[in-house]
């Protein structure tokens, strides 16, 4: 079946470091992504990851581990607008469809 | 550039109503999705066309939904009668051919259905 799961939120402070976690089992593998949705809006593309390991990109960086159907979604020097839900997606091989998971509400307090 | 445009961006009707939805995806991306996002979940796959033909439309309640993206451009879905359930926000996203898995999304049709 397909599955991924992630926490539903999260609390950190201003300035500091969170790691939102994903897990994902699915038929298919073919990439992996973030995206970061504000309440009201659309999701908007942070990342992608088809490999193994580590991609940085400014404040915020996504790892993959595809042996353990693992990532996570690191978020540095947060800031209050990162308040949002960070959604997890796998994408299906074949014709590209993209399972999200049901996001993660991270608030972030002064 | 301009992005995904969907409109209505707001719509209430009663259940048992018809309700039609339209987007117009960015300008040469040949791959246009629905989505459903019910409060508080993930958005779910609907439908998922390449060009005017469909791809995935596995999780498209047939009995009342349907879309279509005749020209392969702009496309529509209709709900057909609406139930209390189908209250939710319609995503429309398309992707470039280039990048088929990046999906650029609109800002969605917010749909409350009485």
């Known amino acids: 079946g397909q599955n991924i799961d992630q926490p539903t939120e999260m609390t950190a402070t201003e300035g500091a470091i969170v790691q939102i976690n994903c897990t994902y089992q699915t038929s298919g593998f073919n990439g992996l992504f973030w995206y970061q949705q504000h309440a009201g809006e659309a999701p908007t593309f942070l990342s992608y990851n088809v490999l193994d390991g580590l991609e940085e990109k400014g404040r915020f960086s996504s790892f993959l581990s595809r042996s353990k159907g693992y990532s996570y979604l690191l978020l540095k020097e947060l800031q209050m607008k990162d308040s949002a839900s960070y959604l997890c997606?796998?994408?299906?091989?074949?014709?590209?469809?993209?399972?999200f998971g049901a996001g993660t509400r991270l608030f972030v307090k002064a | 550039e301009a992005g995904v445009a969907q409109s209505p961006r707001y719509k209430i009707i009663e259940k048992r109503q018809s309700v039609a939805f339209w987007c117009n995806p960015i300008s040469g991306h040949a791959t246009l999705y629905w989505y459903q996002q019910i409060l508080g979940q993930g958005p779910k796959l609907l439908i998922q066309f390449q060009n005017n033909g469909v791809v995935d439309d596995s999780q498209l309640p047939k009995d009342r939904f349907s879309a279509e993206r005749l020209k392969g451009v702009d496309s529509t879905l209709k709900i057909q009668p609406a139930k209390l359930e189908d209250s939710a926000v319609y995503l429309c996203a398309s992707s470039p051919p280039q990048d088929p898995g990046t999906q650029y999304f609109g800002p969605g049709t917010r749909l409350l259905v009485l």
């Open positions: 997606a796998v994408r299906d091989t074949g014709g590209f469809k993209t399972i």
